[in-house]
Protein backbone atom coordinates (compact mmCIF):
# COMPACT_ATOMS: atom_id res chain seq x y z
CA UNK A 1 0.00 0.00 0.00
CA UNK A 2 2.60 2.42 1.19
CA UNK A 3 3.55 1.95 -2.92
CA UNK A 4 0.70 3.47 -4.45
CA UNK A 5 0.60 6.34 -1.77
CA UNK A 6 4.26 7.13 -2.87
CA UNK A 7 3.14 6.73 -6.84
CA UNK A 8 0.46 8.72 -6.01
CA UNK A 9 2.21 11.22 -4.00
CA UNK A 10 5.05 11.17 -6.95
CA UNK A 11 2.96 13.08 -9.35
CA UNK A 12 3.06 16.16 -6.71
CA UNK A 13 1.14 18.19 -4.92
CA UNK A 14 -1.74 19.26 -7.50
CA UNK A 15 -2.85 15.62 -7.87
CA UNK A 16 -4.98 14.56 -5.17
CA UNK A 17 -7.02 11.52 -4.62
CA UNK A 18 -9.60 13.37 -2.68
CA UNK A 19 -9.99 16.49 -4.70
CA UNK A 20 -10.79 16.33 -8.72
CA UNK A 21 -9.03 18.82 -10.94
CA UNK A 22 -10.59 21.78 -10.97
CA UNK A 23 -11.63 21.24 -14.65
CA UNK A 24 -12.83 18.47 -13.89
CA UNK A 25 -15.37 19.65 -11.33
CA UNK A 26 -16.09 22.70 -13.91
CA UNK A 27 -16.99 19.87 -16.82
CA UNK A 28 -18.94 18.11 -13.75
CA UNK A 29 -21.09 21.03 -12.84
CA UNK A 30 -21.55 22.38 -16.64
CA UNK A 31 -23.08 18.63 -17.61
CA UNK A 32 -25.13 18.50 -14.40
CA UNK A 33 -26.61 21.89 -15.27
CA UNK A 34 -27.46 20.70 -18.80
CA UNK A 35 -28.67 17.56 -18.04
CA UNK A 36 -30.97 19.67 -14.98
CA UNK A 37 -32.04 21.97 -17.74
CA UNK A 38 -32.91 19.18 -20.01
CA UNK A 39 -34.64 17.06 -17.51
CA UNK A 40 -36.73 20.42 -16.12
CA UNK A 41 -37.28 21.98 -19.57
CA UNK A 42 -38.65 18.68 -21.55
CA UNK A 43 -38.83 15.09 -18.99
CA UNK A 44 -40.02 17.11 -15.88
CA UNK A 45 -43.39 18.31 -17.73
CA UNK A 46 -44.27 15.44 -18.83
CA UNK A 47 -43.90 13.63 -15.51
CA UNK A 48 -45.85 15.83 -13.66
CA UNK A 49 -48.80 15.80 -16.28
CA UNK A 50 -48.57 11.90 -16.36
CA UNK A 51 -48.61 12.36 -12.43
CA UNK A 52 -52.15 15.06 -12.99
CA UNK A 53 -53.08 12.74 -15.25
CA UNK A 54 -52.63 9.40 -13.20
CA UNK A 55 -54.30 12.35 -10.31
CA UNK A 56 -57.23 12.85 -12.63
CA UNK A 57 -58.07 9.34 -13.54
CA UNK A 58 -57.70 8.01 -10.01
CA UNK A 59 -60.19 11.21 -8.50
CA UNK A 60 -62.73 10.25 -11.56
CA UNK A 61 -62.65 6.95 -10.69
CA UNK A 62 -63.13 7.94 -6.66
CA UNK A 63 -66.04 10.31 -7.85
CA UNK A 64 -67.24 6.95 -10.35
CA UNK A 65 -67.12 4.68 -6.95
CA UNK A 66 -69.04 7.47 -4.96
CA UNK A 67 -71.50 7.67 -7.89
CA UNK A 68 -71.88 4.23 -7.66
CA UNK A 69 -72.42 3.48 -4.41
CA UNK A 70 -75.03 6.23 -3.96
CA UNK A 71 -76.98 4.78 -7.26
CA UNK A 72 -76.66 1.43 -5.15
CA UNK A 73 -78.04 2.93 -2.07
CA UNK A 74 -81.01 4.58 -4.25
CA UNK A 75 -81.42 1.43 -5.76
CA UNK A 76 -81.64 -0.27 -2.87
CA UNK A 77 -84.28 2.64 -1.50
CA UNK A 78 -86.37 1.91 -5.48
CA UNK A 79 -86.39 -1.96 -4.07
CA UNK A 80 -87.83 -1.44 -0.42
CA UNK A 81 -90.20 0.80 -1.74
CA UNK A 82 -91.39 -0.72 -4.48
CA UNK A 83 -91.29 -4.13 -2.45
CA UNK A 84 -93.46 -2.20 -0.09
CA UNK A 85 -95.71 -0.93 -2.96
CA UNK A 86 -96.21 -4.35 -4.36
CA UNK A 87 -96.68 -5.64 -0.99
CA UNK A 88 -99.40 -3.05 -0.26
CA UNK A 89 -101.03 -3.96 -3.54
CA UNK A 90 -101.28 -7.32 -2.70
CA UNK A 91 -102.63 -6.83 0.78
CA UNK A 92 -105.24 -4.72 -1.22
CA UNK A 93 -105.70 -7.11 -4.18
CA UNK A 94 -106.08 -10.52 -1.45
CA UNK A 95 -109.04 -7.55 0.56
CA UNK A 96 -110.97 -6.72 -2.13
CA UNK A 97 -110.93 -10.62 -3.78
CA UNK A 98 -112.65 -11.62 -0.17
CA UNK A 99 -114.92 -8.85 -0.46
CA UNK A 100 -116.16 -10.08 -4.09
CA UNK A 101 -116.13 -13.63 -2.71
CA UNK A 102 -118.12 -12.45 -0.05
CA UNK A 103 -120.58 -10.91 -3.03
CA UNK A 104 -120.43 -13.95 -4.73
CA UNK A 105 -121.05 -16.17 -1.77
CA UNK A 106 -124.00 -13.96 -0.65
CA UNK A 107 -125.46 -13.52 -4.20
CA UNK A 108 -125.04 -17.51 -4.61
CA UNK A 109 -126.78 -18.02 -1.52
CA UNK A 110 -129.79 -15.61 -2.16
CA UNK A 111 -129.96 -17.20 -5.49
CA UNK A 112 -130.46 -20.30 -3.90
CA UNK A 113 -132.94 -19.23 -1.57
CA UNK A 114 -134.86 -17.47 -4.65
CA UNK A 115 -134.84 -20.67 -6.77
CA UNK A 116 -135.77 -23.05 -3.94
CA UNK A 117 -138.60 -20.75 -3.45
CA UNK A 118 -139.67 -20.84 -7.06
CA UNK A 119 -139.03 -24.80 -6.66
CA UNK A 120 -141.19 -24.74 -3.93
CA UNK A 121 -143.70 -22.77 -5.22
CA UNK A 122 -143.88 -24.69 -8.03
CA UNK A 123 -144.02 -28.33 -6.30
CA UNK A 124 -146.96 -26.20 -4.35
CA UNK A 125 -149.13 -25.54 -7.80
CA UNK A 126 -148.19 -29.05 -9.08
CA UNK A 127 -149.23 -30.62 -6.13
CA UNK A 128 -152.29 -28.09 -5.88
CA UNK A 129 -153.29 -29.13 -9.83
CA UNK A 130 -152.62 -32.97 -8.88
CA UNK A 131 -154.89 -32.74 -5.99
CA UNK A 132 -158.02 -30.67 -7.88
CA UNK A 133 -157.35 -33.51 -10.61
CA UNK A 134 -157.53 -35.95 -8.63
CA UNK A 135 -160.66 -34.71 -6.95
CA UNK A 136 -161.71 -33.90 -9.82
CA UNK A 137 -161.12 -37.85 -11.14
CA UNK A 138 -162.51 -38.72 -7.55
CA UNK A 139 -165.73 -37.25 -7.82
CA UNK A 140 -166.24 -38.59 -11.43
CA UNK A 141 -165.72 -41.85 -10.36
CA UNK A 142 -167.79 -41.43 -6.80
CA UNK A 143 -170.57 -40.00 -9.24
CA UNK A 144 -170.17 -43.19 -11.15
CA UNK A 145 -170.04 -45.52 -8.60
CA UNK A 146 -173.33 -43.49 -6.86
CA UNK A 147 -175.20 -43.47 -10.24
CA UNK A 148 -174.77 -47.03 -10.43
CA UNK A 149 -175.65 -47.62 -7.04
CA UNK A 150 -178.94 -45.46 -7.52
CA UNK A 151 -179.71 -47.59 -10.68
CA UNK A 152 -179.11 -50.74 -8.80
CA UNK A 153 -181.61 -49.40 -5.92
CA UNK A 154 -184.14 -47.91 -8.16
CA UNK A 155 -183.96 -51.32 -11.15
CA UNK A 156 -183.70 -48.49 -13.72
CA UNK A 157 -181.46 -46.84 -16.12
CA UNK A 158 -180.62 -43.16 -15.60
CA UNK A 159 -180.48 -41.69 -19.04
CA UNK A 160 -180.03 -38.30 -18.15
CA UNK A 161 -176.81 -38.13 -17.36
CA UNK A 162 -176.88 -33.57 -16.53
CA UNK A 163 -179.87 -34.04 -14.06
CA UNK A 164 -177.58 -37.45 -12.51
CA UNK A 165 -174.59 -35.19 -12.43
CA UNK A 166 -176.22 -32.38 -10.88
CA UNK A 167 -177.49 -34.94 -7.87
CA UNK A 168 -174.29 -36.05 -7.60
CA UNK A 169 -172.55 -33.05 -7.32
CA UNK A 170 -174.72 -31.43 -4.74
CA UNK A 171 -174.08 -34.79 -2.74
CA UNK A 172 -171.00 -34.64 -2.32
CA UNK A 173 -170.92 -30.55 -2.12
CA UNK A 174 -173.11 -31.44 1.06
CA UNK A 175 -170.96 -34.33 2.14
CA UNK A 176 -167.50 -31.95 1.94
CA UNK A 177 -169.62 -29.51 4.08
CA UNK A 178 -170.46 -31.83 6.80
CA UNK A 179 -167.11 -33.31 6.56
CA UNK A 180 -165.34 -29.83 7.07
CA UNK A 181 -168.10 -28.77 9.85
CA UNK A 182 -166.85 -32.04 12.00
CA UNK A 183 -163.91 -32.21 14.67
CA UNK A 184 -160.94 -33.98 12.94
CA UNK A 185 -160.77 -36.38 15.80
CA UNK A 186 -164.35 -36.88 16.75
CA UNK A 187 -167.50 -38.65 15.59
CA UNK A 188 -170.79 -36.51 14.71
Not at 164 to 175: E, G, P, S
Amino acid sequence: MKTLLAAAGDHGAENSVILPPLYEVFYAALILLLIWVLVGKYALPKIYAMLDERQAKIEEGLGAAEKAKADAASAERQREEMLREANAEAHSIRDRASEEAKGIVAAARDEAQAEAARILENAQRQIEAERAAAEGTLRTEVGILATQLAEKIVGEHLSDTALTARVVDRFLDDLEKETAAAPVGGVN
